[in-house]
């Protein structure tokens, strides 16, 4: 799901044999190959060809939030003919669940990702169990098994969405075996661990990359992500340990929910329905596995330039060749990033802080040697004079001169509570407006506000129909909601302090009367929701508070709930806070960028003719001349990605959303 997230820099043009010879001076807006979702939503806005190519419009659903609300929804029978559409143009657009050919097609992030995790019945039983799968999946992901399983099954691609996260796995431990309770404890005395399957013992799925079952041993990458849980499960609890797989299709969620399962697999969809309501109110979820991310995919254009400018074959055909070299050298998703660094040459990154570093190593080529760096312009100039293969910085590096591209690891935020149950109602308040934010597409509207700002869609709640998350009724309101109702008083815990309200930029500034920014602007959209539902008259109160004071003011209740924007992986007490925490329904989810050279591809300002073209693309040998990275606004130097402390805000400048692949969409139409 690493795609390029920006345009193209140079001129793809779609050479329609009449059309190559006039394509000089590019029309900009229908050339340019459409390769973010910034772009497609662009080109939506501007037409006239508003077409998108999807197979149902249960997937057109889905994406509609992103989507600028011209699109126009075209629904084609089977894939080969989306194809077609697409290469023909009749679609400036399409979606397909997977990974479309990247040969023939511009794949580029919907920006929405669908979190999968381990599944279980609510209440105490499963409290232990809970903490021992979560320490199991934090240690995969410290030892980097998604990286590793996904690269054995090409073409599955895999984006770390992080509701746990601790680079000190003992601060993530696993219960003890001889005080076990519940579940757990079962486990253990009879050495199995019973795991829902999705299929029939008659009838094993074979979803291809994403996990064949007919075979034994099943290959693909949920059977082997479950070897490496397995591995970690068993080195804590025996090797005796067995992993009894119960296949069902019909019925077996609600014995997962009696306890005579003990839980799903991995790649149980979190954000759907069970029997008409969210599962996120009959279920309990271990730590986030990993998320799906569902992409578009545009034309690939064909480059002509040449033919226009010269008569010279001979020459065009090298400055052909030197451009593709250029081509080659581009580096714009961390595959090809981790291919690069595999082969070998420069193996060396750039980061602002070993923080930064760790945060995303898992999602790198072992072969990487960081660089730490002290100021974010060294840490350009030094990508940009080669020394360094890419970087990792925070926020939105100059698109112009170089390429930026996704680390694939989310960080989901959300609204969080107390645990118990005073904040159930509340919680189910934010959660019915989060999902109709969501579906009403305010999350795009705040991002596109406040550029460049960049949200990804992290849903662990979804339901086309809202009527399926309702509002608590006012009259019988509980704990912290009918507080909030009687005292006509939201308050909500701010990072920052009454005389120094912070300034994130685009994120949001609060020093600004009014405020601006992104969160800024999607609380008013909460509000306006919560209002409509609650009272017109009900206030906003921010309670501005730095340290561990506020988080504990939360915990009891004398405040209700955090800002969104608050981090959902990181510890409290040196323990993770979804073991401490409630969470709403995830907002959304930010996440970082790699960054590296962008090499040089348009030489048509070297000359009219291939021969000056030609001579300044082989003297260009992939680098920038004085290139001085501008960025659009200062940048903190203190952005870490994922702050571990109690009560870190959104600190790192670009935010992003997280969907689904191969078997999401197949499961999802199934497992309910
Ligand atoms: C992608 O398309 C190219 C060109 O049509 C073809 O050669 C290649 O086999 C395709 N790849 C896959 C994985 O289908
Ligand atoms: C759990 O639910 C299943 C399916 O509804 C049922 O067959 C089974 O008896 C239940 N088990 C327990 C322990 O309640
Ligand atoms: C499904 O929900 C209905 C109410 O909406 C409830 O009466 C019923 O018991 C639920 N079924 C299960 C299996 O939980
Ligand atoms: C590249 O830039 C970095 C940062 O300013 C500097 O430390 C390094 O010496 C430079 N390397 C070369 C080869 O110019
Ligand atoms: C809640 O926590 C805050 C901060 O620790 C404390 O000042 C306050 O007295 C507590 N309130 C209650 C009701 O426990
Ligand atoms: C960079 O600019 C200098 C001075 O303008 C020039 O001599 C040199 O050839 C240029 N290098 C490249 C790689 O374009
Ligand atoms: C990108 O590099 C070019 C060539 O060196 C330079 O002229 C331009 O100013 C740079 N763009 C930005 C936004 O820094």
């Known amino acids: 799901m690493a795609m390029t997230r920006q345009a193209l820099p140079i001129v793809w043009l779609f050479c329609q044999l009449s059309a190559c010879l006039s394509a000089v001076v590019p029309d900009v807006g229908s050339a340019v190959s459409i390769s973010s979702r910034q772009a497609l939503n662009a080109a939506l806005e501007a037409g006239p060809n508003r077409r998108m190519g999807f197979l149902s419009e249960a997937n057109f659903n889905t994406m509609a939030p992103v989507l600028s609300k011209k699109v126009v929804p075209v629904y084609f029978t089977d894939t080969e003919e989306l194809y077609k559409a697409v290469t023909s143009e009749d679609v400036l657009a399409a979606l397909i669940s997977g990974v479309p050919n990247k040969t023939m097609f511009s794949a580029f992030s919907s920006d929405l990702v669908s979190p999968r995790s381990f599944q279980m019945m609510p209440g105490s039983t499963t409290n232990d169990l809970m903490h021992a799968v979560d320490a199991a999946v934090v240690r995969t992901h410290n030892g ?92 804590a609890y025996g090797n005796d340990i067995q992993l009894e797989r119960v296949w069902m299709k019909a019925g077996g969620t609600d014995m997962v929910l009696n306890g005579s399962i003990h839980m799903t697999e991995p790649y149980y969809i979190y954000e759907n329905l069970h029997n008409g309501t969210l599962k996120k109110w009959s279920h309990k979820f271990s730590c986030v596995v990993m998320g799906y991310e569902q992409q578009f995919f545009s034309k690939r254009r064909a480059k002509v330039i040449t033919d226009a400018v010269t008569s010279d074959a001979q020459c065009a055909a090298a400055l052909k060749t030197c451009e593709d070299k250029q081509l080659m050298n581009r580096i714009t998703t961390r595959e090809e990033l981790n291919s690069k660094l595999e082969s070998g040459g420069n193996v060396k990154m750039g980061f602002l802080s070993q923080a930064n570093f760790l945060s995303v190593q898992s999602m790198l080529s072992t072969k990487v040697e960081p660089v730490i760096f002290l100021s974010k312009p060294q840490l350009y100039e030094a990508v940009v004079n080669g020394s360094l293969r890419a970087a990792l910085i925070s926020g939105v590096p100059d698109r112009t001169n170089f390429t930026v591209f996704s680390t694939d690891v989310i960080s989901p935020r959300a609204f969080q509570t107390m645990p118990g149950d005073r904040s159930v109602d509340l919680l189910k308040a934010l959660d019915a407006v989060i999902v109709r934010t969501h579906n009403a597409g305010e999350l795009l509207a705040a991002a596109t506000a406040n550029p460049p700002f960049q949200a990804v869609e992290v849903h662990t709640c979804r339901a086309d129909n809202p009527g399926a998350v309702p509002f608590p009724a006012a009259s019988t309101a509980t704990g912290l909601l009918k507080d909030v109702l009687d ?39 909460f509000m306006t929701r919560f209002r409509a539902e609650y009272g017109i008259d009900i206030v906003l109160e921010r309670v501005w508070q730095t340290g561990t004071a506020g988080t504990e003011m939360v915990l009891n209740g004398t405040v209700h709930m955090t800002e969104p924007y608050y981090i959902y992986e990181t510890l409290y007490k040196d323990l993770p806070k979804k073991w401490s925490h409630e969470f709403s329904c995830v907002v959304m989810g930010y996440q970082q960028n790699f960054f590296a050279l962008k090499p040089a591809m348009d030489f048509t300002a070297a000359g009219p003719t291939c021969d000056y073209q030609l001579a300044a693309c082989q003297g260009n040998t992939a ?31 670009q935010a992003t959303f997280l969907l689904a692949g191969a078997v999401a969409l197949a499961v999802e139409a199934l497992l309910h």
């Open 487 to 525: 005292s006509k008083k939201l308050r909500v815990l701010a990072s920052g302090t009454p005389d120094n309200y912070p300034n994130w930029g685009q994120d949001g500034n609060y020093k600004a009367t009014p405020m601006t920014g992104f969160w800024p602007d999607y609380m008013e959209f």
């Open 144 to 235: 980097g098994d998604l990286l590793r399983v996904a690269e054995a099954n090409p073409p599955f691609e895999v984006t770390e969405v992080h509701t746990c996260r601790s680079l000190e796995p003992a601060k993530v431990p696993f219960p003890i075996a001889s005080t076990a309770t519940g579940l757990l404890k079962d486990v253990l005395d009879k050495k199995r661990l019973r795991v829902l399957a999705y299929g029939t013992p008659a009838d094993k799925p074979d979803w291809k990359q994403d996990g064949n079952y007919e075979v034994d041993p099943p290959v693909g990458f949920w059977p082997e992500y479950m070897a490496a849980f397995m591995k970690e499960f068993r080195a």
């Open 623 to 653: 680098q920038i001349n004085g290139t001085k990275p501008t960025t659009k606004q200062p940048l903190n130097s203190n952005v870490v990605f994922g702050l571990p402390s109690t009560t870190s805000a959104a600190r790192s400048h």
